[in-house]
């Protein structure tokens, strides 16, 4: 953080999450995550191609004690072309979150806003859109990679240059357990298995199980209406491994996924498109979220865990993105890219609803007669001042920062005013499924017996979540992952080292 010029030390960050967390909060696992994070970051930056860079984004429950901003890490834009042959293996970013493939970082994003209003954020675009047009002649993809695509591509690449056997569509259906400890995998490649022979221990990192529809219903609150943004390889094989042996799945969280507000545009003839809405939209001033009442319910600016875990105790399976035509060629909204881009197709699809006036719009959502006219009068009266009585909209530091910087007073809020009108469905959705197996600080899974089964470890999506489902901070899936893979990899270390000492002892 010295790099930003903020001071921070590892006794707030703890007290932070003890007051985010409340009785969720798990003091030994909190430690050794805040103890062995930095000396990872460390480790990574100096013997991988792994590079982070800092952020000024705040936490995301500002109003317990011990918030601070600053605390959590973007990975360094990436030059795919450093990666050889290997770039064909990198699976590319979602297509919903680039621009036919081009990728965007947060900076972009915020620049590309400004396209039609200034020259130098016009001329920086079409920078990036000439690199991307000679990348795709010349590679047939974007080689700019930001975000989870560029850290993938550096812990690709770190791997391959290390020795690291990859093994693509590659399986693992059953642990090999002997003489009490974990030994290694059954793995299935192309219908034959094999085993993997692992002597000092297995670590099950196989990103949790959005895609598994039975455990979904078992374990998710409304799993018919969510959208996931997990692969379908994340099947949840790693937590029925080790169940199997007596592993804990930890099921009793405060949420088991992490959220996000999803709208879906429908394609009659090929896939269906999910947009993530992360931000760029529902923070920005001119736009409201209603539900099927057309009465709004959450202070939309606010971080889309909350969001969401809203939706899921009020029992929507649907809300709606209302906003004015200013607000949709200005900022865009999902799937619909701000001016100078075109957005009939979407009209026509019926991702975007269009009224020329709110009551119309009203009518074409079906809700009740003059909900949503009320509605929007009430937040305009409001706005008008730069204020939200109802939700107090922008009136703390992380939907602050998640708005428009440069509109003022309020950089969240701004009357709904200029026909046409707009509405976007918006769903509960998920970004990853959190409920893992119960693991100690040094990332071992605990069994049946409340002993740690020798041998197996787990990391990411297979390990529950640090958090318990709550999400007090940007990256709380990611930087766990790293972090206690890295402690898995130090134990077992360790554990190779005297075994190694006592085979040569005579």
């Known amino acids: 953080m010295a790099e930003i010029d903020l001071a921070d030390d590892l006794e707030d960050a703890r007290h932070y999450l003890e007051n985010a967390l409340g009785p969720d909060y798990n003091d030994a696992l909190v430690r050794a995550y805040?103890?062995?994070?930095?000396?990872?970051?460390?480790?990574?930056?100096?013997?991988?191609?792994?590079?982070?860079?800092?952020?000024?984004?705040?936490?995301?429950?500002?109003?317990?004690?011990?918030?601070?901003?600053?605390?959590?890490?973007?990975?360094?834009?990436?030059?795919?072309?450093?990666?050889?042959?290997?770039?064909?293996?990198?699976?590319?970013?979602?297509?919903?979150?680039?621009?036919?493939?081009?990728?965007?970082?947060?900076?972009?994003?915020?620049?590309?806003?400004?396209?039609?209003?200034?020259?130098?954020?016009?001329?920086?675009?079409?920078?990036?859109?000439?690199?991307?047009?000679?990348?795709?002649?010349?590679?047939?993809?974007?080689?700019?990679?930001?975000?989870?695509?560029?850290?993938?591509?550096?812990?690709?690449?770190?791997?391959?240059?290390?020795?690291?056997?990859?093994?693509?569509?590659?399986?693992?259906?059953?642990?090999?357990?002997?003489?009490?400890?974990?030994?290694?995998?059954?793995?299935?490649?192309?219908?034959?298995?094999?085993?993997?022979?692992?002597?000092?221990?297995?670590?099950?990192?196989?990103?949790?199980?959005?895609?598994?529809?039975?455990?979904?219903?078992?374990?998710?609150?409304?799993?018919?209406?969510?959208?996931?943004?997990?692969?379908?390889?994340?099947?949840?094989?790693?937590?029925?491994?080790?169940?199997?042996?007596?592993?804990?799945?930890?099921?009793?969280?405060?949420?088991?996924?992490?959220?996000?507000?999803?709208?879906?545009?429908?394609?009659?003839?090929?896939?269906d498109r999910t947009f993530a809405h992360f931000a760029l939209d529902r923070h920005l001033p001119g736009a409201i979220a209603v539900n099927d009442k057309g009465i709004r319910f959450v202070n939309e600016a606010f971080h889309y865990q909350h969001f969401v875990n809203t939706m899921n105790t009020l029992g929507l399976k649907r809300a709606y993105l209302i906003m004015d035509h200013r607000f949709l060629r200005r900022y865009g909204a999902g799937l619909v890219r701000p001016a100078p881009f075109r957005f009939g197709k979407h009209l026509r699809s019926g991702y975007l609803m269009r009224g020329r006036s709110i009551l119309e719009l009203s009518r074409m959502l079906d809700l009740p007669p003059g909900a949503l006219a009320s509605t929007v009068a009430r937040y305009n009266d409001g706005a008008r001042r730069g204020a939200?009585?109802?939700?107090?909209?922008?009136?703390?530091?992380?939907?602050?920062?998640?708005?428009?910087?440069?509109?003022?007073?309020?950089?969240?809020?701004?009357?709904?005013?200029?026909?046409?009108?707009?509405?976007?469905?918006?769903?509960?959705?998920?970004?990853?499924?959190?409920?893992?197996?119960?693991?100690?600080?040094?990332?071992?899974v605990i069994g049946a017996e409340g002993a740690p089964i020798e041998g197996l470890y787990a990391a990411g999506l297979d390990m529950n979540s640090l958090v318990r489902g709550h999400y007090p901070a940007g990256g709380l899936a990611i930087g766990p992952a790293m972090t206690f893979g890295y402690i898995a990899a130090k134990n077992i270390a360790r554990r190779s080292r005297k075994n190694l000492v006592h085979e040569l002892l005579p």
């Open 34 to 271: 805040l103890e062995a994070a930095p000396e990872m970051v460390r480790f990574v930056e100096a013997n991988t191609h792994v590079r982070f860079e800092p952020s000024l984004l705040p936490d995301y429950e500002p109003s317990h004690a011990g918030a601070h901003v600053g605390r959590t890490m973007f990975t360094k834009d990436f030059d795919g072309r450093e990666m050889g042959a290997l770039l064909r293996r990198l699976r590319p970013a979602r297509a919903e979150l680039t621009l036919q493939g081009m990728q965007f970082n947060f900076a972009d994003a915020a620049i590309a806003m400004k396209v039609t209003r200034s020259p130098k954020a016009a001329l920086y675009m079409l920078r990036l859109l000439g690199r991307f047009i000679t990348d795709k002649l010349r590679h047939g993809r974007t080689t700019r990679l930001v975000g989870g695509n560029a850290l993938a591509a550096r812990l690709l690449l770190s791997a391959a240059e290390c020795g690291v056997a990859l093994r693509a569509e590659t399986a693992a259906v059953e642990l090999i357990e002997e003489e009490g400890a974990v030994r290694g995998l059954m793995v299935e490649h192309q219908g034959k298995r094999s085993p993997v022979r692992a002597r000092f221990g297995v670590v099950l990192a196989s990103g949790g199980y959005g895609a598994n529809d039975a455990m979904r219903r078992m374990h998710l609150v409304q799993p018919d209406e969510a959208w996931s943004y997990q692969p379908r390889e994340c099947s949840g094989d790693g937590i029925s491994m080790a169940q199997r042996l007596g592993g804990r799945h930890i099921t009793d969280n405060a949420a088991n996924a992490i959220w996000m507000p999803m709208s879906v545009e429908h394609n009659p003839t090929g896939e």
């Open 388 to 444: 939200d009585p109802e939700f107090r909209r922008g009136e703390d530091v992380y939907s602050t920062a998640m708005g428009d910087l440069d509109h003022t007073p309020n950089p969240n809020v701004a009357p709904i005013k200029d026909g046409p009108f707009y509405a976007i469905t918006l769903h509960p959705g998920d970004l990853c499924t959190v409920s893992g197996l119960e693991a100690d600080g040094e990332a071992r």
